[in-house]
């Protein structure tokens, strides 16, 4: 599927599948969500109500009316997930 966003043409990036996790490292997450430990290294996904394309292009023009963490989760989950086509 090709996006397009403020005349650019963006397709989605293959992710990688994720290998399953050996039993002590479930045990460790099973263990740090019961504790309350926090593992971190991750973004939290703020809870948002948009379509992440078009808030993606309203950021760029720079008329984007979400607060600044929720903006940043937009740019950065578009680009992880987006790249840009050449013409």
């Known amino acids: 599927m ?11 990036i293959e992710q990688p599948k994720r290998k399953p996790l050996p039993k002590f490292a479930q045990m460790a997450l099973i263990m740090s969500g019961v504790y309350g430990i926090g593992m971190g290294g ?3 996904q703020p809870s948002i109500n948009a379509d992440y394309v078009k808030e993606y292009g309203l950021i760029k023009n720079k008329q984007s009316k979400l607060p600044r963490s929720n903006r940043e989760y937009i740019v950065w989950y578009f680009e992880k997930h987006f790249k840009i086509l050449e013409p």
Do not use: A, L, S
């Open 2 to 12: 090709i996006v397009e966003v403020n005349g650019k043409k963006y397709e989605p």
């Open 42 to 44: 991750h973004k939290k």
